[in-house]
Structure formats: structure tokens, C-alpha cells
């Protein structure tokens, strides 16, 4: 299988781009256009690992131990107390998804903060004998980093890892509290994946420097506890401290959902990043593993530049602005203008999406206050293309070009009336398919 296929593979499953490097060095990068090799990306659970490199500087610098108890950075943190196994666990069962847990405590932001639904949870098993993946542990780890030095967990990187990498642009999206998302919440680019790879692939040391001691390095790719199920997949191959044990190449893996990926294969000195919006992550993993590395063995293009696939044929939207009946997005109004524009506002609320869309090409202008369905965290870059769709709808597909998400709206015209169809690619819960109908403005006032 060529090196062109297996990139178009993995274009078609949902890749936005892709770097490799050999012995620290580049040798291949694909970018898939609109998406770029060098804006700061959603990681999702990629986070993760930087988190654990954040406790092996802490335990280096002597400010924790892994065997400390985690309720002990949080004195009278709780109003009673807890049950016998969460007084047991330690940071390394943070580490390793050993908790004992056997239901993952809830940790998407709500009035009750990440820290507080872990430290209330109630733990069935012993912990260190049972592995449950377990984002919210991964927020408890940040808020312990915080907890010993005095720092957002950012900002302790900051001089350790990140600057040292020579990454000058990121995004770290932040709790209700203020500190530091460190299940999710790390942006970064492809090509700073990849410098995070060629760290790990020389064990904590970068441009000639030793950045952290490789023993840490070692520990924590090195594989700590099985996970329950088939072990023939990449999900049941191992565990180590924040890191995935695959299955193939004796290598490991940060990863994110969605298919945010830094894999590094030691017996080929290969580290592959990627960025993607996927929601078939084990198929991207097999193209990976059965044809591009062996494909990068090979000869191929220092340079390769894709296409993410775009509608074919000519739209029929309406030049006409429709206000829509309430829906689960909250979306109000929609209109199709001259130009090939589309513009569309959220109830109760300042949010608008204005952009050009292309027909048999990618636009990228345009504006976007806000996120328009609910699911955006990231500063919103939108792209957008347009044509008709095998149902015969006018299709328009919007781009989240620094996130997985990519929107298709089909749209059907009437006499007086728009039936609309939303469709999400990815999805972690909620609303990612809805119908909405619209009715022609006759009189009002446009969309400003």
C-alpha cells in the first residue's frame, strides 16, 4: 500500500493533518486543507500526558511523592468523612485509572466543581486492582500539581516543557474555578505534537538538553495495569501513567478523542502526530499501524497537501431569510444572501455566524461570534463549502477548523418555508442530528 493511499485512508476517516519525524527530525507532514499544520487544535484526552509529565517534574523537584494520598493535599476539603477506599488512593492510582472506581465520577463543568464530584464519589473496589478510565482522576492530578507549587498547572509547564519545546502558541481551557482543565483542555498544533513526541522518544530530553530524568519517562510509558476485555485492540493492550499501551511496533501513545494522536514507536525512532475529527479512532489506528509506517519505510513527498472532501455539484439555497421555529441548537434565524453568503443567529444571545461559502472549493471568510451549536471550545475558525447532497438537499458544510467538528446543514426549499437538517460528525453527548423548519420574513427587519 503506497504512502499516498494510506494518507487519503485516513484523509477520508477524518484526518486533518499529520507530521512525522525520524530521530527528532521531520520527515513527512501532510496538511489537509482548510485545516492547518500550525494553529493550536483541540487535544481532548491528549491533555492527559502532559499532566503526567507535569507530576514527574513535581516528583523530581521533590514536591510530591506518588504514594501520598490524595486526600492529603486537601485538608478539610470535605464536610464528612469519606469512604474508606477514596482515603487509600494515592497519585499513582491517579496515574495509572486505578482508582477503584468502578463509575467514572462526573466531570463535565457544572455548579459542582470536577474536584469536589471526585473527592464526594464513592469507590467500590480496592484501588490499584481495577482500571476505569477516569477523566475526572485526570482533574484531580492538575488541581494536586496546583496544589504543591503554587502555580496553574500552565504556568508550572510553562518554563519545564513547553517554552523549552519551543512552542510559543497554545490555548489551555480553564475549570469554573479557574485552574486548569488537565483531563481535556490543552490546543495545540501538529507540528508541536510532534516536538512533544520527540521529547518522549528521547526520554525528557530536547535540543541536546535533559528536560526531565528519563526513569520518570520510562515509568510512566511502561505499562502499569491491564485494562478489562478483548486485549485485541488498542484500548486493552496496557495502561501506563497517562499514556496507551498499543498493541503493534512494542509502542505507545497520547491520545484524544476524536482522533488526536502522538504515537511513538522507540524500535523505528518514530513519533507520527495528528490531528483529526473521527469518530472511528481504531480504524484511523489500523491505517496507521498496517500502512503508513511501513509506508514510511519507504520513498515519499517531504510535502503532501490534501483536500478535506467537499460537497459536489450546485446549491439551491433561497436568497431569503427564514425564522426558525425553536429547536434543540436555539438557532433563530437563517438567510442565504448574495455572494454565496450564509448568515445565522442563536436565540437569547449575541451569536452569529456570517460566512462565504465556496462551491467546489473551501472559503474561509468570514465571522463568527460565538458558538453556534453548543459544542465549540476553542477560539472559532470556520471554513465553509456547499453542493447538493445524494438526497437531493442543498448542502452547506461548515468547518471547525481548529476543532473535530465539521456541521452539514441540508437544506430544502419550499413555497414559504425552509426544512433544514443539522448534522454533527463527532460526538461526545447531546444533540448532533436535528430538523428545523422556517418561515419566510416577509416584512421585519434582515439579519444585521
Known amino acids: ?41 483541540t487535544l481532548n484526552s491528549l491533555t492527559k500526558s502532559f499532566v503526567s509529565v507535569a507530576v514527574g517534574f513535581c516528583v523530581q523537584e521533590g514536591l510530591l511523592s506518588l504514594d501520598d494520598k490524595a486526600l492529603s493535599f486537601f485538608p478539610g476539603r470535605l464536610p464528612c468523612r469519606p469512604c474508606e477506599n ?60 496546583e496544589k504543591v507549587s503554587g502555580v496553574s498547572v500552565e504556568e508550572y509547564l510553562r518554563p519545564r516543557l513547553l517554552e ?35 521529547f518522549l522518544l528521547f526520554e525528557g530530553s530536547y535540543g541536546g538538553k535533559q528536560l526531565i530524568g528519563k526513569e520518570w519517562i520510562r515509568e510512566a510509558v511502561s505499562k502499569k495495569i491491564m485494562q478489562p476485555g478483548d486485549p485485541d485492540t488498542e484500548w486493552t493492550s496496557g495502561y501506563g501513567y497517562q499514556f496507551w499501551i498499543n498493541r503493534r511496533e512494542n509502542s505507545y501513545r497520547a491520545d484524544g478523542a476524536f482522533g488526536q494522536f502522538c504515537i511513538v514507536i522507540p524500535c523505528r525512532r518514530l513519533v507520527i502526530a495528528m490531528n483529526s475529527g473521527s469518530q472511528d479512532m481504531g480504524a484511523m489506528l489500523d491505517v496507521i499501524f498496517e500502512e503508513l509506517v511501513p509506508a514510511l519505510d519507504r520513498d515519499f513527498p517531504y510535502e503532501t497537501e490534501l483536500t478535506a ?52 472549493e473551501w472559503k474561509s471568510e468570514g465571522e463568527c461570534t460565538g458558538h453556534i451549536d453548543a459544542v465549540t471550545v ?57 430538523f428545523m423548519f422556517g418561515t419566510e420574513e416577509v416584512c421585519g427587519d434582515a439579519i444585521d
Not at 18 to 29: L, P, T
Not at 169 to 195: F, M, N, Y
Not at 380 to 394: D, I, N, P, Q, T
Open 1 to 41: 500500500m503506497s504512502y499516498q493511499s494510506a494518507l487519503e485512508k485516513l484523509r477520508d476517516l477524518g484526518m486533518h493533518g499529520m507530521v512525522a519525524a525520524r530521530d527528532g527530525i521531520a520527515v513527512a507532514e501532510a496538511a489537509v486543507k482548510p485545516y492547518s499544520l500550525d494553529k493550536p487544535h
Open 86 to 145: 477514596m482515603e487509600k488512593i494515592t497519585v499513582r492510582h491517579l496515574l495509572m485509572m486505578a482508582t477503584g472506581h468502578t463509575k467514572e465520577p462526573y466531570f463535565w463543568p457544572t455548579e459542582q466543581e470536577p474536584l469536589d464530584s471526585f473527592l464526594r464519589s464513592y469507590v467500590d473496589a480496592e484501588p490499584g486492582s481495577v482500571f476505569l478510565y477516569n477523566t475526572a482522576g485526570s482533574h484531580l492530578l492538575g488541581y494536586i500539581v
Open 164 to 198: 523549552p519545546l519551543g512552542i510559543t502558541e497554545w490555548v489551555w481551557e480553564k475549570q469554573p474555578d479557574g485552574a486548569c482543565k488537565t483531563g481535556v483542555g490543552l490546543h495545540l498544533s501538529t507540528r508541536d505534537i510532534a516536538k512533544f513526541g520527540n
Open 309 to 360: 472532501p467537499l460537497p459536489e455539484g450546485e446549491p439551491d439555497f433561497p436568497l431569503k431569510t427564514y425564522t426558525l421555529h425553536p429547536n434543540a441548537l436555539g438557532w433563530e434565524k437563517i438567510s442565504f444572501e448574495e455572494n454565496r453568503v450564509c448568515h445565522l443567529s442563536v436565540e437569547n444571545s449575541d451569536i452569529q455566524y456570517w460566512g462565504k461559502y465556496g462551491v467546489g
Open 378 to 434: 476553542s477560539a472559532v475558525a470556520l471554513a465553509a463549502g456547499a453542493g447538493v447532497s445524494k438526497s437531493g438537499f442543498s448542502l452547506l458544510r461548515i468547518l471547525h477548523t481548529r476543532e473535530p467538528y465539521v456541521i452539514d446543514l441540508y437544506v430544502k426549499r419550499f413555497e414559504n418555508f425552509v426544512l433544514l437538517g443539522y448534522e454533527r460528525n463527532v460526538n461526545f453527548c447531546g444533540v448532533h442530528r436535528v
